[in-house]
């Protein structure tokens, strides 16, 4: 799952990215709200952290310019601005969800995992499909009550599909997911984690849609 994460303050943000990064996202992350807003319109990203008193461009103005243009992705705001009409305002720009600084860590991703839930119209916490069940708060992954081990990379590649059970993935939507701003990825990377993960879950779990891209298979 790919975040961007628009926040000012370089210590903050610096923490905020790797605190995230370990829970398993990708993270881009920019310090001006002009820079956050062109990043939001050329990407597709699954969720965007928003600091308010940002430089270039105010958070409000940048959520409400996201809503404006049809952008629909879960946004939470994540600022310093407390009072009950600050809150009021956030929510009402379109915010979906608002943190107030200083902020638990354990939180914030708590608060991400049921945005992205609600955003997949998952019912339950946990993701299931053909036996396969994936836990995001515990990054526990099992199949038929066994548990499975497997890669940073194939677990997140794994949620992706799970939270986009109906659709077609394509080889380039799924790498924007894996990959932040930066990180290097070869030419064959998403062939190489569907491979792992049909030996790992079974070979008719992942389907491959020709031309198209990836789908979760039938469910029995």
Same mark, same amino acid.
């Given at each position: ?10 210590? +903050? ?6 605190? %995230?990064?370990?829970?398993? *996202? ?9 820079? =956050?807003?062109?990043?939001? %319109? $050329?990407?597709? *990203?699954? =969720? ?9 461009? $105010?958070?409000?103005?940048?959520? &409400? ?7 629909? +992705?879960? @946004? %939470? ?7 009950? /009409? ?5 929510? $009402?720009?379109?915010?979906?969800? *608002?943190?107030?600084? !200083?902020?638990? %860590? ?23 499909? =053909? &036996? ?8 526990? @992954? ?12 194939? *677990?997140?590649?794994?949620? $992706?599909?799970?939270? #986009? !059970?109906? #659709? ?14 930066? /990180? ?17 879950? &079974? ?5 491959? @849609? ?11």
């Amino acid at each position: 799952m790919r975040l961007l994460l628009v926040e000012d303050d370089a210590l +903050l943000g610096d923490g905020t990215r790797a605190g %995230l990064m370990l829970a398993g *996202y990708a993270v881009d992350w920019v310090r001006d709200g002009k820079l =956050a807003l062109n990043a939001l %319109l $050329d990407h597709d *990203y699954d =969720a965007c952290v928003l600091d308010l008193g940002l430089p270039g461009m $105010d958070g409000l103005s940048v959520l &409400g310019e996201l809503r404006q243009r049809g952008k629909q +992705l879960p @946004v %939470l705001v994540l600022t310093a601005r407390d009072t009950r /009409e600050d809150k009021i305002s956030g929510l $009402d720009c379109g915010a979906d969800d *608002y943190l107030t600084k !200083p902020f638990d %860590l354990a939180e914030l991703q708590a608060r991400l995992r049921a945005l992205l839930r609600r955003a997949s119209g998952a019912a339950s916490p946990v993701l299931s499909h =053909a &036996g396969v069940e994936l836990d995001p708060a515990t990054k526990r @992954v099992s199949r038929q009550g066994q548990e499975i081990q497997l890669s940073a990379r194939e *677990y997140a590649l794994l949620l $992706d599909l799970l939270n #986009h !059970p109906r #659709h077609v993935r394509t080889r380039a939507q799924l790498e924007e997911s894996l990959y932040a701003w930066g /990180e290097e990825t070869d030419s064959n990377t998403v062939e190489v984690y569907v491979h792992h993960l049909r030996k790992k879950l &079974g070979a008719e779990f992942i389907r491959t @849609v020709r031309g198209l891209g990836y789908q979760l298979g039938p469910t029995a």
